[in-house]
Structure formats: C-alpha cells, structure tokens
C-alpha cells in the first residue's frame, strides 16, 4: 500500500466540549490520546476559548484537530476531529449535540438548565457518539432515546441508578398512602 493513503476509518470525533462564557468546562469528554491529562485538556480548553469567544467563523485548525464550533447565550459548543476528518460530518455532530440540547432544554439554553440537567445532557452525548465513533447525527432520534421513562424500560435493561429510583418512588408512594 502506498505511505501516503490512509486506511479508510469510521466517522470519529476526538473530543467535544461545551464552555461557559468565561472559557470554563462545563462539559467535556475526550475520545483520542491527544490530550492524555486534565491538566493538558484544561490548558487546550483555555487556548480554544481564547482562539474562538470573539470570532465569527465556524471551524478553526488548532493543535492538529479541525474544530467547529457555536455559541449560545452564555456557552460554547465544540466538537473536535483530526486534521483529516470531514468538517461537514463534525458540523452535523454539532448540529446534532446544539439541536439536542436545545430539545432537552425546552430552547432554554444557558448554563444554569445545562448544570441542572448535566445527566441527561451525557446521555445525549452517549447516544450521538460512543468512543469517538459517531453513532448518531438525528436530535430527534437522541432526545427521544434520552426521554424514555424508567417505567417504560424491561426491568433487564434499566441501569442501576432507574432501579433504584424506580424503587425510592414506589417506597414513597406506599409510605404516603
């Protein structure tokens, strides 16, 4: 095989990162090795936030990864390939992940609903991409997997947490009888 072609890959993202507006993490998951440390995402994080809170465009080059980002009120959204991914499929992973967000958050995106509602904001993130692969780029399809109630969910496939919340309700709900 000739040295300069790469082995096709699957869709994948490095990192995505949602920053309030004083260029602090909120929300980040990294997916690659390029920032190993917390230390050195912290510091990335600073330097994407300095490079991109004043400017108009939507993808910038940084440190080897094509990055596209939005802004909202008060955050600031990234998703964050390789130099060789296509910016047209990290744009719709971003669209996805703002669309999503926007959906969960009845469009009332500003950090304090986002930190109050951080579990199903991960969740959300789970469903679009699962270790850098990209599973999936439907807002509707994310929210609508995010959105299901416990009780609605087989006893087998309910994680730990919707067990024993599911548990502390009907133990509510027969003490207040």
């Not at 006893?155 to 309700?169: D, P």
Request: hydrophobic fraction near 40%.
């Amino acid at each position: 095989m000739e040295s300069g072609l790469m082995e096709p890959t699957l869709y994948s993202i490095e990192a995505i990162a949602i920053l309030n507006n004083d260029g602090n993490r909120l929300l980040a998951k990294y997916y690659g090795k390029t920032f190993p440390t917390a230390k050195e995402q912290k510091a990335f994080e600073k330097n994407l936030f300095k490079k991109t809170h004043r400017a108009n465009a939507e993808v910038i080059m940084l440190d080897g990864l094509t990055i596209v980002y939005r802004s909202n009120v008060d955050l600031f959204f990234y998703v964050m390939g390789s130099c060789h991914e296509n910016e047209l499929m990290l744009n719709s992973v971003l669209n996805c992940l703002y669309d999503s967000v926007n959906q969960i958050l009845r469009k009332n995106v500003e950090a304090r609903t986002l930190l109050e509602n951080l579990d199903v904001i991960l969740l959300a993130i789970d469903e679009i991409c699962d270790g850098g692969i990209v599973l999936e780029a439907d807002s509707t399809s994310v929210v609508q997997r995010v959105a299901l109630r416990s009780d609605d969910i087989p006893l087998g496939e309910q994680t730990v947490a919707q067990v024993l919340q599911s548990a502390k309700e009907q133990l509510k709900w027969s003490l207040l009888k």
